[in-house]
């Protein structure tokens, strides 16, 4: 089956770049999720979209920036990287009903790396 | 490639009762680290309980516990005395020491009164 692809799945960046994260959630899934997950720290929630429209959000830096295409696709824009930025990524996605809590399928994660 | 299951999509459970969330995984390595996360509506993953794949001796946090079987390569989380503020989505995750993460795709704990 079909899981949640995110890529790339590693990237290096210097201080003060930009890096552009996807993720292409499991199909018919019309929400998606973003995660931060620090060395050693739980997976912090960034932002979620649903239908394309964001639909909740979390602790996103103001310089990181995200949006959900008409193919329900996702991308984690995130500029002037700074060191502490160096992460793990989480894409997840989920077909999101009445309930507001949803079964979430996780993507393997991008590994960001500032230097 | 490393995999984790969650056979159980819902569970529910009356207040005060005793709960177990099931998760097996699959993972050729013999060092590596289990967790359970719970996600609270607001989407946060807040972390339960942690396992270390060496320790032998299950990991408790207060009402929390787990039944870690390696051969078995299972991952059950217990709830006991269960609240209502532990109605939640539950996720179990495995991590590997090259940092490689992978979540289960969660259980929906309701908790009645």
């Known amino acids: 089956a079909a899981g949640v692809i995110q890529s790339p799945r590693h990237l290096i960046k210097e201080k003060r770049e930009t890096a552009t994260l996807k993720c292409y959630p499991i199909?018919?899934?019309?929400?998606v999720y973003w995660y931060q997950q620090g060395p050693g720290q739980d997976p912090q929630f960034l932002i979620s979209f649903y239908e394309k429209m964001q639909s909740d959000k979390g602790s996103i830096p103001d310089r990181f920036s995200a949006q959900q295409f008409s193919d329900y696709h996702s991308e984690l824009n995130m500029s002037s990287l700074e060191l502490g930025d160096s992460a793990l990524y989480f894409c997840?996605?989920?077909?999101?009903?009445?309930?507001?809590?949803?079964?979430?399928?996780f993507g393997q994660g991008t590994r960001l790396t500032v230097v | 490639a490393q995999t984790v299951t969650q056979s159980q999509p819902e569970m529910s459970v009356q207040e005060a009762e005793t709960v177990t969330l099931s998760c097996t995984y699959d993972?050729?390595?013999?060092?590596?680290?289990l967790f359970w996360y719970k996600q609270p509506p607001s989407r946060q993953m807040i972390l339960v309980i942690r396992?270390?794949?060496?320790?032998?001796q299950n990991a408790t946090e207060n009402r929390f516990s787990v039944n870690f079987q390696k051969a078995a390569k299972s991952f059950s989380l217990k709830i006991s005395d269960s609240q209502l503020g532990d109605a939640a989505m539950y996720f179990c995750?495995?991590?590997?020491?090259?940092?490689?993460?992978?979540f289960g795709p969660g259980t929906r704990l309701s908790v009645l009164p």
């Open positions: 993972t050729s390595e013999s060092d590596y680290y």
């Open positions: 995750a495995y991590q590997s020491y090259g940092q490689n993460f992978v």
């Open positions: 997840a996605s989920s077909l999101l009903g009445v309930q507001t809590l949803t079964l979430a399928f």
């Open positions: 199909p018919r899934h019309d929400t």
């Open positions: 396992q270390e794949a060496y320790k032998q």
